[in-house]
């Protein structure tokens, strides 16, 4: 779940559907692509839903949360704009709850097949076989120690719960989608790309000779997608290797793909858009950096360094966990460390 607006720039990308379609229904973005939106309960309030026509129906990008308000949006969908139509494929790009939600749903409804990557299945199949085991206390102590109060350690601990009742049940089985399969839906011929740092093994489907890409989570207008350490991984490196995926896609993917995104509006300018998010985490590192220059910080205390407004509790989980993804990045680059002072954690400048 992305969370955080970043300030840089934009002026470069360019949105040939500036208007978003509302709730209920669909538009064309390219022959046989539609895009439409199902309703999300945060602040980031909804996510983009993507049909591409196959074989035997169409091919769902994505499915939505599992909410009351998400499922009656669907409905309408199929009421209306989507009426008579088959769902032949459900593909999803990752495991965060906005995506496979309402993939189990989907599935069932149209008996259609699921296609993600093994890291989506397994994560989301993992905490709804054992959704306690994010609630020991090894990594309840884990937040506390880097000075996590004790409510928001609290609700991180619980998150498996809260993902349980916003995901339907999986399918039994599914199709497992891998780096650089090729795909073929209605004829057209995708290359399956993978993201990582937002989430493990995030799909993304590009197609070469339209020009399109997929991109999920990984490039998205104006915000910057969510990355955070969790403490089943505490010496975890997502940031590094959010960043390493922008250089791939910016390497391997033209600048003239049409951007599909998980939220917000398509556009052009995959490279500008990588460039400004590289250069927005490469600032947040720079302000740790300095941070921590002027005396140890434990993350708890270079949340605000990063995050200048007001959080709640569950704003604040998703804010410290991004921070010390921040923070093991400067680790592994060896600018700073991670120390033990009075029975704390906090973070020096190395050296
Ligand atoms: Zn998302």
């Known amino acids: 779940m992305p969370d955080d607006q970043s300030k840089t720039e934009e002026g470069a990308l360019r949105f040939p559907f500036p208007e978003v379609p509302p709730f209920g229904e669909v538009v064309e973005v390219a022959e046989g692509i539609l895009w439409t939106r199902i309703p999300l309960p945060y602040l980031l309030d ?16 994505d499915t939505g ?19 008579d139509i088959r769902i032949s494929r459900v593909i999803v790009t990752h495991f965060h709850p906005d995506h496979i939600g309402l993939a189990g749903w989907l599935c069932a409804r149209f008996d259609a097949p699921l296609l993600t990557s093994l890291s989506s299945y397994m994560s ?36 498996g719960n809260d993902y349980l009742r916003r995901v339907s049940d999986l ?38 000779e339209e020009k399109l890409l997929f991109a999920a989570d990984q490039v998205i207008e104006r915000i910057s ?20 995926t922008l250089r791939q896609l910016r390497a391997e993917v033209p600048d003239d793909v049409l951007v599909l995104p998980g939220h917000r509006r398509p556009f052009y300018g995959l490279h500008q858009r990588c460039a400004e998010l590289e250069a927005h985490h490469e600032e947040r590192c720079d302000l740790i950096r300095e941070a921590c220059a002027k005396g140890p910080k434990s993350v708890a205390e270079l949340v605000p360094v990063l995050f200048h407004r007001k959080l709640d509790p569950h704003q604040m989980s998703f804010a410290f966990t991004e921070t010390l993804a921040h923070v093991n990045r400067l680790v592994r680059r060896g600018e700073i460390a991670t120390v033990q002072r009075d029975g704390r954690l906090v973070n020096v400048v190395a050296g």
Not at 46 to 51: G, R, S, T
Not at 65 to 83: D, N, S, Y
């Open 46 to 61: 909804h996510v983009n839903i993507f049909l591409i026509r196959d074989h035997d129906g169409w091919a769902v990008v």
């Open 65 to 83: 949360i599992q909410t009351e308000e998400a499922i009656a949006t669907w409905e309408g969908l199929f009421a209306g704009p989507l009426k």
């Open 124 to 159: 989301s199949r993992v905490i709804s076989i054992a959704p306690a085991t994010r609630a020991s206390q090894q990594y309840f102590d884990f937040y506390i120690s880097h000075g996590m109060s004790e409510e928001v350690a609290g609700l991180v601990a619980i998150q």
């Open 171 to 208: 399918p039994l089985t599914y199709l497992r989608l891998v780096l650089l399969d090729t795909l073929d839906i209605g004829g057209r011929s995708f290359r399956v790309l993978t993201g990582e740092g937002h989430a493990p093994e995030q799909i993304m489907l590009y197609c070469e």
């Open 225 to 244: 997608p969510n990355v955070s350490v969790f403490a089943g991984e505490p010496n975890g490196d997502p940031l590094g290797h959010f960043l390493r």
